[in-house]
């Protein structure tokens, strides 16, 4: 009888759980695709600059170094310029909205989720000075993982994408197809086929990942666990909690699996 | 008319300069073979005559319409919107590259009703009358990855050829074949030859070279060696390099 009633508490549990867990799958598996754009951008706004002086300079460089003997003055201001052309080819090179996104992908993923979910609530007050609803809690917990979710599912995307061999590009570009219409049609399909065993990993931490939401107080089914084990002094509850989430990732094992058979007709 | 006409085409990677002034044009209805050595550029001339390379300088022109151009230094310059131009093209590959998502029939008829915004069951019906010229109708609904390596370049030109262009262009398109699958291959480009077809190929089977073109243009070092009909080239071989190569092939 007490232990059915743990059963139904905890079950209860899940039932947030599960929430968490479909919202930040629905926002963060589209976001992902955002950011792995912005990483993958090739945007280089100072790809051309001083490419004609740079010519004209080399010029004139050829000519001195032709002369053999050349002052000091001269010296110093061949050595200018080469400090000056080095920082120019970097600066041709820079890839600002990708840079952008490097950055922020490497935050979401050296940093804590934990902190990350703090962050989120407690980041307008603090920063901005703006108080929020009791309601943003729930909000911020669902904010927090998907935003965390999409950084690592981009780079699953990023390596999807860029293991299809460049000649499916190149057919589809000789054949006319718009950009969009490459990347709808035989990008992305063969894309998701790829990514699916890496997503499934990512899945199953989801799952597991969600009993960091207790930090902005979210009552899903461990921190309820947790809760009961402490009142009744026993860890029947945490290893119940245990087994919920073994059944619950078994059944995402067994999804995906059939996703993948799904698409395993061609190779 | 020129089908195709390229001059004074000039392409380096990097310091390697791989084209060095070359001037090529294709009458409607005349078969070209390239061959030469690797790292000759034949196929960085196709790439660039296919638009997947662009040119360093030089210009480009299909059915008597600039495609490209220089400026006034010298260096090409492409127009914004190029699919007008890639409308008189189609590109066999050496490695076929069909969309393996899609069935076969699906990868024949996709462009022609997506890009070309054809009628599909009209689109279907010439596909299907293509690949039963091929003897693959029975394919139709197979995966590429079920075909055979020579099937599967046959569906390629399928493919090409569903685009109706006025030009095609072939990669090498026996080099990723077994040598017992070359022949289904060069028998469909034989067959096109005789339909006049304008083809330009890219090859390294030099009996099959001498066998179907026109006319054939030895490449090395980036540029144009030597080029006329076959059995000048191969018959009465001029130039000492193109001798040398020959006598390559031959042991």
């Known amino acids: 009888m007490d232990f059915l009633n743990l059963l139904a508490q905890l079950a209860a549990g899940m039932g947030n759980t599960l929430l968490l867990f479909a919202l930040t799958l629905v926002f963060s598996l589209p976001l992902g695709l955002l950011v792995t754009f912005g990483r993958m951008s090739t945007w280089a706004p100072f790809k051309n600059l001083g490419i004609k002086k740079e010519k004209e300079r080399r010029l004139s460089g050829a000519a001195i170094l032709a002369d053999g003997d050349e002052s000091l003055t001269q010296q110093m201001t061949r050595i200018e310029r080469s400090h000056w052309s080095w920082l120019l080819a970097h600066l041709r090179r820079f890839k600002p909205v990708q840079f952008i996104f490097k950055v922020i992908i490497a935050i979401l993923r050296g940093t804590p989720l934990m902190l990350q979910l703090l962050v989120v609530f407690f980041g307008p007050y603090y920063i901005f000075g703006v108080s929020l609803s009791a309601s943003y809690r729930f909000i911020a917990v669902v904010l927090g993982f998907s935003i965390n979710y999409a950084a690592y599912f981009a780079e699953i995307y990023r390596s999807g994408i860029e293991s299809i061999p460049v000649g499916q590009r190149e057919a589809a570009q000789v054949l006319g197809y718009s950009k969009a219409q490459t990347f709808l049609k035989i990008i992305l399909p063969q894309m998701v086929k790829r990514v699916l065993p890496p997503v499934t990993n990512e899945v199953i931490t989801l799952v597991k990942d969600t009993s960091l939401a207790f930090v902005l107080v979210y009552t899903e089914m461990f921190t309820l666990a947790k809760q009961i084990a402490a009142a009744r002094t026993s860890v029947m509850p945490l290893f119940v909690a245990g087994v919920f989430y073994f059944i619950f990732n078994a059944v995402v094992a067994v999804v995906m699996e059939r996703v993948e058979k799904s698409l395993s007709y061609y190779s | ?251």
């Open chain 2, 1 to 251: 008319m020129n089908v195709l006409k390229m001059t004074n085409v000039k392409k380096s990677f990097g310091d390697l300069e791989v084209l060095k002034d070359i001037s090529v044009s294709v009458d409607k209805g005349e078969v070209v073979s390239i061959i030469g050595p690797s790292g000759s550029g034949k196929s960085t001339l196709l790439r660039c005559a296919t638009l997947l390379e662009q040119m360093d300088s030089g210009e480009l022109w299909y059915m008597g319409e600039k495609a490209a151009g220089n400026d006034e230094e010298g260096h090409t310059v492409y127009p914004r919107d190029l699919n007008q131009f890639r409308r008189c093209f189609g590109l066999v590959f050496q490695n076929f590259n069909l969309f393996p998502h899609y069935t076969v029939l699906k990868n024949l008829t996709d462009a022609p009703v997506s890009v070309l915004k054809r009628n599909p069951a009209e689109v279907k019906d010439e596909a299907m009358a293509l690949l039963r010229k091929m003897g693959l109708e029975d394919k139709a609904d197979a995966y590429p990855c079920q075909l055979s390596g020579g099937q599967q370049q046959r569906v390629s030109i399928v493919r090409a050829l569903a685009m109706k262009p006025e030009i095609l262009f072939f990669d090498e398109p026996t080099s990723a074949l077994d040598p017992e699958l070359t022949g289904e291959v060069l028998k469909v480009i034989k067959q096109l030859a005789e339909e006049k077809m304008t083809m330009v190929i890219v090859t390294h089977e030099m009996a099959f070279a001498r066998a179907v073109s026109d006319r054939v243009i030895f490449m090395d070092g980036g540029v144009i060696v030597e080029q006329g009909r076959p059995e000048e080239v191969f018959g009465d071989t001029q130039q000492e390099r193109t001798k040398q190569f020959l006598r390559n092939y031959q042991n």
